[in-house]
């Protein structure tokens, strides 16, 4: 009922930047959070960042100053802009929406950043 089809993922070298979108698909409800996750090899999933549909994000102390969330409500599509990237941001990036408290996920993007 719900899809969410992540894209922008690649290998960049330290110090640059890409950029990820996130399209939700299905029965998307107004009031919603999105958010952007990420796991290592070997590690946990964890929070990079969250924006809910008034526009409020909140980040990861990892990513701040450095990765943007933005997203478009009426193409039901959220983004993050990655700059100064770092060897340690290298992870899959997964996708999240939380609507009625339940949580969807994306089938994940592989970033990949080289020193």
């Known amino acids: 009922q719900v899809q969410l089809v992540e894209s922008g993922g690649g290998l960049v070298q330290a110090g640059g930047s890409l950029r990820l979108s996130c399209t939700a698909s299905g029965r998307i409800f107004y009031l919603n959070t999105l958010g952007w996750y990420r796991q290592a090899p070997g590690k946990q999933r964890e929070l990079v960042g969250t924006t809910t549909t008034g526009g409020s994000t909140n980040y990861a102390d990892s990513v701040k100053g450095r990765f943007t969330i933005s997203r478009d409500n009426g193409k039901n599509t959220m983004y993050l802009q990655m700059n100064s990237l770092k060897p340690d941001d290298t992870a899959v990036y997964y996708c999240?929406?939380?609507?009625?408290?339940?949580?969807?996920w994306g089938q994940g993007t592989q970033v990949t950043v080289s020193s």
């Open positions: 999240n929406l939380n609507q009625l408290r339940s949580n969807y």
